[in-house]
């Protein structure tokens, strides 16, 4: 197939969404589709995205175009034009921006994702709980797939290695990994921290980019400060692949107590590390988790102080939780089993595309005869 692949920025860019659509353009690519990438300008204000309508795109053959649907602003009179050209549109969506309790303008966001998912062909949807989202916005009849990532890109944590650290002594080694900005939710963390330090050791280092918002960066260091928590909190800025899973091999217990997640892959990297993985219960991380770990309420306070106290004072509870952690990596697939169920999936919808215009050129032909 001839496929374009939108995206808004860069495909490189470090985030777990950019390495999940790398991951699905490189996995396409060897399974012998060919793959345009067509980029467009990030724009941080949603109405400055609609004037992007009025570019025009690059327009090589195609046979379908999958969108991320992040860039669903700029998108409406191009997904016209191309699917008046006989090219299938299929959105691929990660999280709705309308569903994101930070999000600016939902009502408005939320209308012009339905205009969205009125003007294309199909949905492709990172988890189950982002479909069950689709449905409830306009994209209720949208043939759909569920394109689960694979977790072939990290090597799961050695039995010695895992043995060893559920038996070491000391503080308890907490870390999260991602953006450092408000609606990953670090700062609910620093309260929670604050009271268990009284009863427990515990350390949490912090993996991920501070130039999101240097505002709540400093305010962070701030809080961090006063609660006389400087030397129990570490920032070690954005990490390389590598870097990032030696420190999740060398913590104790992963947290994210983020707004929402739709299936976050700093969370899956953590199972491979074999790390009880505490997350937001809102989106569809619990799909990722299982029992390797908990999902909990993002403003929970007493169920996050709960269950870190938990592993801070039961070694053997950790070291249980451990294996299942482990485990439920297992249980993902590969990346190019990922995509091959997505490119099935688009053979279907491009399948589908073309038929309604061979019955209506059918329809034409015999009226004239």
Partial sequence: MRIGFVICGDLELVSGGFFYDRQIVAGLRRAGHEVSVIALPWRKRYPRAWLDNFVRLPAPELDVIIEDELCHPALWLPNR???????????????????????????????????HFAGVDAAIAVCRATLDDVRA???????????????????PIED????????????????????VAPHKGLHRLLPILGRLRSTFDLHLDVAGSLASD????????????????DRAFTFHGELGRE???????????????????????????????????LVTAAGGAAELVGDGGACLDPDDVGAWEGA????????????????RARARHGAHGSWAQTARGIAGFLESVVQAARLPRRQSAGETLSSRL
Avoid: K
């Avoid at 962070?220 to 006063?226: C, D, F, G, N």
């Avoid at 060398?250 to 997640?261: H, K, N, T, W």
């Fill in 137 to 155: 916005c306009g994209g209720g009849s949208l043939p759909a797939h569920v394109a689960l990532a694979g977790g072939d890109h990290v090597t």
């Fill in 243 to 277: 870097p990032l899973m030696e420190l999740l091999r060398q913590s104790q217990v992963f947290v994210m107590p983020s707004d929402r997640e739709a299936y976050p892959l700093a969370a899956l990297e953590a199972l491979a590390a074999g790390l009880p993985t």
């Fill in 308 to 323: 870190i106290a938990n592993f801070a004072r039961d070694r053997h509870h950790r070291a249980v939780v451990a294996r």
């Fill in 214 to 229: 240097a505002g709540y960066v400093t305010r962070l260091r701030r809080e961090v400060a006063a609660r006389g928590l």
């Fill in 81 to 115: 034009r191309w699917r008046r050209s006989g090219t299938a549109v299929v959105s691929l969506v990660h999280n709705l921006s309308s569903v994101q309790p930070s999000t600016r303008g939902r009502a408005i966001v939320r209308a012009g994702e339905r205009f």
């Fill in 160 to 179: 010695d290695r895992l043995e060893r650290r559920a038996n070491e002594t000391g503080p308890l080694r907490l870390v999260f990994a991602g953006t």
